[in-house]
C-alpha cells in the first residue's frame, strides 16, 4: 500500500513538473531526476517518506501538487420546512365563452370529430354524417335531410324480423331449457311426470327421494346425457365458427350485417357508398 502511494505522488509531481519546464523536457528527463530535485527544492528527504503513514503520504503527495482542490460537493440539502405549500401546476380553466361553445350534440361537432367518432363505430357520429351527406348531396337543410334519414332508416331494416329470427329462438330456447333444467333435475312431481312421459326408468324408493338432493341424485342418471351432449354439441359449433373467423369466412351475424349495408347502397346509389355502409351496418335491427 505505502508503494502504491509513492507511486500515486510521484504522478503527481511529474505532472505539476511538465507544466512548469515543458513537456520537451519532461520527455528527456526521468522521473528519479525529477521526485529527487523537487525534493530538494521542497527540503523534503526522500527516506523519512518510506516511514510515514498512509495519511501522512496522502497528505505529502498533495503537498506535491500544485493543482488546486475541488470544492466538496454537498451531499444533503436542506429539508423543506413541514407545513409549507406544494408546488402544483395550474391549468387554464375554460371561460364561460369557451363553456357555451362546447358541443352537445352530433350535429354540433365538426367534420373531422364525426370521422374520428366514426371510426370507433359510433352510431350517432355515422348517422349524423349520413345527414351531411344527404345535406350535400340533396342541397337541402339538416331538417330538410330528416324525412330522407327516416326513409332509409325504414329501408335498413325491412325483412329483418326474418333475418333475426334465428337469434330470436336461440335467446328463446336457451332461456327456456336455462329455467326448465333445474325443476326437472330437483322438483320430485316435475321429476316423476317426466320419466313417466319420457324416460320410464324405475322410480327409487320413497327413502330415497326425501330431499331435493336425493330426488337430483335419482334424476341425474338420465338428465346426464342429454345435458353433456347437448353441452359438447354448443362446444363444437363454437370451435367451428372460431375457425372460420381464422379463415377470414363470415358467420352469419358479419353475412347479415354485409346484406344490409349491399341493399342500401344499391337502394340509394346516389351517397357515398362508405357513409351509407356505414349507417347501415351500425344501425338497429328492427
Not at 460537493?73 to 391549468?91: D, I, L, V, W, Y
Not at 327516416?150 to 329470427?165: C, D, I, S, Y
Request: aromatic letters at 12%; one cysteine or more; proline letters at 7%.
Amino acid at each position: 500500500p505505502t508503494m502504491s502511494f509513492l507511486r500515486s505522488a510521484g504522478r503527481t509531481v511529474y505532472c505539476a513538473w511538465m507544466a512548469s519546464h515543458g513537456s520537451g523536457a519532461a520527455l528527456k528527463t526521468p522521473l528519479s531526476v525529477v521526485l529527487n530535485q523537487t525534493v530538494r527544492q521542497r527540503q523534503f528527504s526522500v527516506m523519512p517518506v518510506l516511514t510515514k503513514s498512509r495519511a501522512e503520504i496522502l497528505t505529502l503527495s498533495r503537498a506535491f501538487s500544485t493543482a488546486t482542490p475541488p470544492e466538496p460537493t454537498p451531499t444533503t440539502t436542506a429539508a423543506e420546512p413541514r407545513g409549507a405549500p406544494s408546488k402544483e401546476p395550474t391549468f387554464r380553466k375554460p371561460t364561460i365563452e369557451m363553456a357555451k361553445a362546447m358541443p352537445r350534440a352530433y350535429s354540433e361537432m365538426s367534420n373531422e370529430s364525426l370521422l374520428v367518432f366514426s371510426a370507433q363505430e359510433d352510431f350517432g357520429a355515422n348517422r349524423e354524417r349520413l345527414i351531411r351527406e344527404i345535406m350535400s348531396v340533396d342541397n337541402v337543410s339538416w331538417d330538410g335531410a330528416l324525412p330522407r334519414l327516416e326513409e332509409m332508416e325504414l329501408a335498413n331494416k325491412e325483412r329483418m324480423f326474418w333475418g333475426t329470427l334465428p337469434y330470436k329462438i336461440g335467446f328463446i330456447g336457451s332461456v327456456t331449457l336455462a329455467v326448465a333444467s333445474i325443476p326437472l333435475c330437483f322438483h320430485l312431481n316435475t321429476v316423476l311426470w317426466f320419466n313417466e312421459h319420457y324416460v320410464t326408468a324405475d322410480v327409487a324408493e320413497p327413502k330415497d327421494l326425501e330431499t331435493w338432493l336425493e330426488v337430483g341424485s335419482w334424476a341425474w342418471s338420465w338428465m346426464e346425457p342429454p345435458l353433456g351432449q347437448f353441452s359438447f354439441f354448443l362446444l363444437c359449433f363454437a370451435f367451428a365458427r372460431n375457425q372460420l373467423i381464422n379463415l377470414g369466412k363470415k358467420p352469419y351475424t358479419d353475412w347479415l350485417k354485409n346484406y344490409r349495408a349491399e341493399r342500401l347502397q344499391k337502394k340509394f346509389p346516389q351517397y357515398d357508398p362508405v357513409i351509407v355502409a356505414d349507417f347501415a351496418v351500425h344501425d338497429d335491427w328492427e
